[in-house]
């Protein structure tokens, strides 16, 4: 079984959730959760640190893609942050790039919400 942790943090009015380990159709589901669970409380502005991921599947991109359309219809929008080599290239093979912003870390992510 892969490994999975999943913590969250404030960074100002920014709701930051620090991803490790692996994304797949067993783990994205609690992905999910947390973003809705984090929009249902009114947080829309979400910035999602991949930094201690090393593999994300189809579930984990759909995930994501419902915490962006959630976020953004919210008034806010999903950043990521820490994008490592190897899950970039599935974002960018999926046409991710062009869907949401990437940053470096958590703080430049939660930073370019103004």
């Keep these: 079984m892969r490994s999975f942790e999943l913590t969250e943090r404030e960074l100002g009015p920014v709701t930051v959730m620090v991803v490790a380990g692996s994304v797949d159709a067993i783990t994205a589901p609690r992905l999910g959760e947390a973003l809705a669970s984090a929009l249902a409380a009114g947080r829309s ?68 919400f103004g």
């Design 45 to 112: 502005r979400l910035v999602v640190d991949l930094v201690g991921v090393d593999y994300v599947s189809s579930a984990a991109l759909r995930a994501l893609l419902a915490g962006v359309k959630g976020s953004r219809s919210a008034g806010g929008d999903l950043r990521l942050a820490g994008v490592t080599p190897a899950v970039a290239k599935v974002f960018a093979l999926a046409g991710f790039d062009a869907i949401v912003q990437r940053f470096d870390d958590a703080e430049a992510a939660a930073a370019s």
